[in-house]
């Protein structure tokens, strides 16, 4: 009889699996995946000024898109560990619309917001906040309204004197070699070969 119980025992097993996994079923279904893709980084209006602020300052700069402000901004180190922490945290969930930086080292040079026409509450505390941490931290910030259309050479002056206020040095790539400072450099590099083209050995050290 032995080996009867031990089928029952078993076939009770695997029915109670197949009851586990029916039920089991459904629950998976209701899993909710935590997040999303968000419909759009930029709409039509954000897009055609970010596109404006591009071609304003031309091929020496970068334009980037939704930094966020503590990227750029840090706590004061002269405040002490628990104020830096405090003005860190203010920072956190903010962002600078777009951010100006030198095409090579990406160094920040100017922020941009983007205000709509008719700005929320909200959105009115949240650009009060930003001017004052960018005024703090001496990083120039220019305000551009969205709208359909843009004065281009309006907005190059505004962008530049901006960037210029902050006096850093934007490198634009390497000066290219004269000339005769590529036949200087080839005599000097001449001048410390031997005639057999081997680098000369150093001499004895005399004591």
């Known amino acids: 009889m032995e080996p009867f119980y ?5 076939a ?6 197949l009851l586990f996994q029916v039920v089991r079923l459904p629950l998976r279904r209701r899993r909710v995946p935590a997040y999303e893709q968000r419909e759009g980084l930029l709409d039509f ?3 055609l000024c970010m596109g404006t602020v591009e071609e304003a300052v031309g091929r020496d700069f970068r334009v980037l898109a939704r930094v966020a402000a503590g990227a750029v901004l840090a706590g004061d180190a002269a405040l002490g560990r628990r104020k830096r922490r405090g003005v860190e945290r203010a920072l956190a969930g903010r962002t600078l619309d777009l951010l100006v930086c030198s095409a090579q080292e990406a160094h920040p040079l100017c922020a941009v917001l983007m205000n709509p026409a008719q700005p929320t509450r909200q959105r009115r505390r949240e650009l009060d906040f930003l001017r004052q941490a960018c005024a703090s931290a001496g990083l120039p910030l220019v305000e551009l309204e969205l709208k359909d259309g843009y004065e281009l050479l309006a907005v190059r002056r505004e962008l530049l004197d901006a960037i210029e206020s902050t006096e850093a040095r934007v490198n634009t790539g390497p000066e290219p070699v ?3 400072e590529e036949a200087l450099l080839a005599e000097l590099a001449a001048a410390m070969q031997e005639p057999d083209g081997r680098a000369p050995r150093p001499g004895p050290v005399r004591r």
Do not use: K, Q, T, Y
Request: net charge neutral; no cysteine; proline share 0%.
């Open 12 to 17: 009770g097993l695997v029915a109670a699996n």
């Open 45 to 47: 209006r954000e897009r």
């Open 6 to 10: 031990i089928m029952v025992f078993a």
């Open 178 to 180: 004269a000339a005769d």
